[in-house]
C-alpha cells in the first residue's frame, strides 16, 4: 500500500497495490455489496466498521457525493452516481476505485474533513477535482489554501497515449490551448515502437496538479505519487495492460480525529 506523510496526521488512508480487490471474474456473488471482503479489509486496516464503507458508482463525471451518514445499500446499483465523496464525519471511509484513472486524496486539517476522488480524463474534462474542492469549501467551509491534496498511482505520462479526440475533448470542455499544451505531448516517428499518426501522450499527474492549483490548493501542500500502474503491473492493476481482466485498487481515507457528536 501507498500513503502519503503529508496526510499522516489528519487522515488515515491508503493508496493499495494489487490483491486487495481481485479480479471482478474471479469473486463469487456477494448477498450485500457493503460487505464484499474487501470492504471488510478496507474497514479493518482504517479502523472502522465494514458497514461504515462507502463507495459510489463511478461514471467519469464531476458529480459529487456527501457521506453525511451510514450507508443502507443492499446492491450495488443502490451506491450514488458520482466520482467524489466527501465527509466531516470520522466514523465513515470514503473510497474509490482505479486501474490507471487518478485517485485523489484530501483532507482538511483544520475541520477534519476528507474528500476522495476518482478522475479518469474524462474526469478531469470535466473538472471533477476543482468542483470537489468547491464542494468542500460550499458545505463544510473549508479554504481551498487549507487543503492538502495526495495525487495516487495512476497510468503515467510515459505510458498514457491517447488520440486527438481526447485533446479536442478538453478544448471543447473549455480548457485553453496552453494548458492541454502542457497536458499532451504529440507522439512523434522519433518516439519507438509508437504510431505518430495524431496521437498523444497524456500527462494525467500534470492535469491533477493544475486542477488543484487552478481550484485554490497551495503548491506545496501537493503531493503527487508519480507511480505508473501501467510501468509497475506487478504492483498496480492496469486496464491499460490487463483490459476487462484487471482488478481494481481501493483508495481509501477517513478523518483520524476521535468521534464526537456524529448524531
Do not use: K
Not at 93 to 99: D, G, I
Amino acid at each position: 500500500m501507498v500513503r502519503c506523510t503529508a496526510l499522516d496526521p489528519f487522515a488515515d488512508h491508503f493508496f493499495s497495490g494489487r490483491g486487495l480487490e481481485p479480479l471482478a471474474i474471479d469473486v463469487p456473488p456477494q448477498v450485500t455489496a457493503n460487505q464484499a471482503p474487501a470492504t471488510r479489509l478496507v474497514a479493518h486496516y482504517l479502523n472502522a466498521s465494514a458497514g461504515n464503507v462507502w463507495r459510489v458508482q463511478q461514471v467519469h463525471g464531476a458529480a459529487v457525493c456527501a457521506a453525511a451518514a451510514t450507508p443502507r445499500v443492499n446492491e450495488e446499483d443502490e451506491w450514488p452516481t458520482a466520482d467524489a465523496l466527501v465527509t466531516d464525519r470520522s466514523d465513515l471511509v470514503l473510497t474509490v476505485r482505479t486501474a490507471d484513472c487518478v485517485p485523489v486524496l484530501m483532507v482538511d486539517p483544520v475541520r477534519h474533513v476528507v474528500a476522495a476522488v476518482h478522475a479518469g480524463w474524462r474526469g478531469l474534462a470535466s473538472r471533477v477535482i476543482p468542483a470537489t474542492v468547491a464542494h468542500l469549501q460550499s458545505r463544510y467551509g473549508v479554504p481551498a489554501t487549507d487543503v492538502v491534496a495526495a495525487v495516487g498511482p495512476s497510468i503515467g505520462p510515459t505510458r498514457y497515449e491517447v488520440c486527438g479526440d481526447v485533446r479536442r475533448a478538453f478544448l471543447q470542455a473549455g480548457h485553453d490551448e496552453a494548458a492541454c499544451s502542457r497536458w499532451f505531448r504529440p507522439i512523434t516517428a522519433a518516439d519507438p515502437d509508437r504510431s505518430a499518426d495524431g496521437r498523444y501522450l497524456l500527462d494525467m499527474w500534470q492535469a491533477s496538479r493544475d486542477a488543484l492549483m487552478a481550484a485554490g490548493v497551495l503548491t506545496a501542500h501537493i503531493h503527487v505519487a508519480s507511480l505508473c500502474t501501467a510501468t509497475h503491473v506487478s504492483v498496480f492493476h492496469s486496464y491499460r495492460v490487463e483490459g476487462t481482466r484487471s482488478g481494481r485498487m481501493i483508495n481509501a481515507i477517513r478523518p483520524n480525529r476521535v468521534l464526537q457528536d456524529v448524531a
